[in-house]
C-alpha cells in the first residue's frame, strides 16, 4: 500500500517528460520543415476555394482545316463574313489599341439607322494629337455586333467597301468564338447605343496568349464604370489579324500603367 503513491508520481512524471519531447520534436519540426508555410499555404487553399474566379479571357482556338463556322441561330453567313472583313479593315486603329497608344475615346453622338449603328468618337492618342472617329455596329435580330473602328487619321472613317471573303478563306473558328463572346457583350453594347457613356479613358492594355485586355474608365451618365475589352489574335501563320471580341464590365477599378 505504501508504494502505490511513488508509481503513480513517477508515471506523472514520465508523461510531463513524453510531452515536453513531443512539443519539442514538433517545434523543430514546424521550424526545419517551415511548418508556418505550410499552415499558410493551407489557408490560402481554403481561401481560394471559397472565392469565385473571374472569367477567363477568350483565347484564339488552333485553326482547323475541319472547322465549321459556328453563327448565332438564324444569323446568315454573309453577316458573319462582313464583320470579319470590316475588322480586318479596322487592323491600324486596333493596333493602337492592342498597344497602347490610345489615351481615350470621347463620344459626341450616336446614330443608328436601319441595321447600323455608329458611335461618332473623337479619339485622342498618348502623344496628345486627336482625330474623329466611328466605332460601327451592325444589328442581327435584337443583337448589335462591333464590327468596325477607324478614324479619319487613318484615312478611313465608315465602314468597309472591300469584297467579303468566302469560309475557306478564313479562320471560322476564331469568327466563331468572336461571333459567342460579343453575344455576351450585349450588356454593355447597349449603354454605349443608348448614349449613357460619355467618354472612355484606357487605364491599361495587358498582354495574353494570342490576347490583349484593354482595361477600361468609363464616365457614364449613371455611374462610373469599368471594363475589359478583350482583343484577340489570329492564329494564321503568315498574318498577324487582331479583332474585337468581348466587352464587358467590371467590378473594379483597373491599376493604371
Same mark, same amino acid.
Given at each position: 500500500?505504501?508504494?502505490?503513491? +511513488?508509481?503513480?508520481? !513517477?508515471? &506523472?512524471?514520465? @508523461? #510531463?517528460?513524453?510531452?515536453?519531447? *513531443? %512539443? ?11 511548418g508556418a508555410g ?25 485553326? +482547323?482545316?475541319?472547322? !465549321?463556322? &459556328?453563327?448565332? @441561330? #438564324?444569323?446568315?453567313?454573309?453577316? *458573319? %463574313? ?39 468618337v473623337v479619339v ?6 486627336? @482625330? ?91 455611374e462610373e464604370g ?32
Open positions: 500500500m505504501n508504494q502505490q503513491p +511513488s508509481t503513480s508520481r !513517477t508515471s &506523472v512524471a514520465l @508523461a #510531463g517528460v513524453f510531452v515536453i519531447l *513531443a %512539443l519539442a520534436a514538433f517545434g523543430a519540426a514546424f521550424y526545419l520543415f517551415d505550410i499552415v499558410l499555404d493551407a489557408y490560402d487553399m481554403a481561401v481560394a476555394a471559397i472565392t469565385p474566379a473571374p472569367e477567363p479571357a477568350p483565347q484564339a482556338p488552333p485553326k +482547323s482545316q475541319e472547322a !465549321t463556322l &459556328v453563327l448565332p @441561330a #438564324g444569323m446568315p453567313t454573309e453577316f *458573319a %463574313l462582313r464583320l470579319w472583313q470590316e475588322q480586318v479593315d479596322s487592323q491600324e486603329m486596333i493596333a493602337k489599341l492592342r498597344d497602347g497608344d490610345v489615351a481615350s475615346l470621347k463620344v459626341t453622338g450616336v446614330e443608328k439607322s436601319g441595321d447600323e449603328a455608329k458611335l461618332n485622342t492618342l498618348k502623344d496628345g494629337s486627336s @482625330a474623329p472617329g466611328v466605332i460601327g455596329f451592325r444589328r442581327f435580330g435584337d443583337q448589335y455586333f462591333v464590327a468596325y473602328a477607324t478614324s479619319e487619321r487613318g484615312g478611313l472613317a465608315g465602314a468597309s467597301t472591300s469584297d467579303l471573303p468566302v469560309v475557306e478563306e478564313i479562320d471560322p473558328q476564331l469568327l466563331s468564338t468572336i461571333l459567342a463572346e460579343q453575344v455576351k457583350s450585349q450588356a454593355i453594347i447597349a449603354e454605349y447605343l443608348g448614349g449613357h457613356v460619355k467618354q472612355v479613358n484606357v487605364e491599361a492594355v495587358k498582354p495574353g496568349p494570342n490576347t490583349a485586355t484593354v482595361e477600361v474608365a468609363m464616365d457614364e451618365d449613371h469599368y471594363a475589359d475589352l478583350v482583343l484577340i489574335k489570329s492564329g494564321e501563320a503568315n498574318e498577324e489579324l487582331w479583332f474585337l471580341a468581348r466587352f464587358l464590365k467590371t467590378g473594379s477599378e483597373p491599376l493604371k500603367q
